[in-house]
Structure formats: structure tokens, C-alpha cells
């Protein structure tokens, strides 16, 4: 965590200490998953982590779920209220960044 003394792979004390810390990870979305579906799922996972998530925002830090969307066309996803009561509950913020991707298919 920030602030704490630095230590190697074995535990071994290294001089300094961390000036921050994060976490992340990559969640591949299945085809035909709904996004509300496959972000409620990937929310459980989170709580699971639930401490370590605390433990971030409570020295000062930032906790974010963020993902990326690509779209051959306009879209739409809806993010029901039980997985937007979820987030709150871990009080994480929500990015989705939305790209609208144009692939040109040779004939």
C-alpha cells in the first residue's frame, strides 16, 4: 500500500517506501454476454477484494471500474439498478470509455 516500507518477491526489505498503489486486471467479455450481465459478474468478483478495495479509497485513493466498449455501429447497454447499487456499495466510480470502431470488409 502507499506509504508502506518496500520489500522484494521474498519479503526482503528494499530501501523506500511505495509512493502508490493500484490494482488492475483485464475481464474479456464473452460474445452474446449482455453488459449489464457480464459487469454484474465481474462486480462479484470485485467483492471478493473487498478489503483491499477499502483499504485504497480510505488513505486517499481512487477506485474505479473502467472498461472499454467497441462498436461497429450505434448501440445501446443498459446498466440496471442492482449492479449500479452494487458499485455504490463498493463505492467505485464507473468509466466506460465507448469507441466506434470502422472496419471496412474487402468483397
Known amino acids: 500500500m502507499a506509504g508502506e516500507a518496500r520489500k522484494d518477491g521474498a519479503g526482503n526489505p528494499l530501501s523506500g517506501r511505495y509512493p ?11 460474445d452474446g454476454v449482455a453488459l449489464n450481465n457480464f459487469l454484474s459478474k465481474v462486480v462479484q468478483q470485485i467483492y471478493q477484494h473487498q478489503d483491499f478495495i477499502d483499504e ?4 486517499g485513493g481512487m477506485v474505479k471500474l473502467w472498461g472499454g466498449w467497441y462498436n461497429l455501429a450505434n448501440t445501446t447497454g ?7 447499487r452494487d458499485l455504490a456499495s463498493l463505492k467505485m466510480d464507473l468509466v466506460i470509455d465507448v469507441y466506434q470502431t470502422n472496419i471496412e470488409q474487402e468483397s
Do not use: A, S
Not at 56 to 59: A, F, L, N, Q
Not at 78 to 84: H, I, K, N, V
Open 20 to 30: 502508490e498503489t493500484y490494482w488492475c486486471c483485464d475481464f474479456h467479455q464473452v
Open 56 to 59: 485504497i479509497r480510505v488513505t
Open 78 to 84: 443498459e446498466l440496471e439498478w442492482e449492479l449500479l
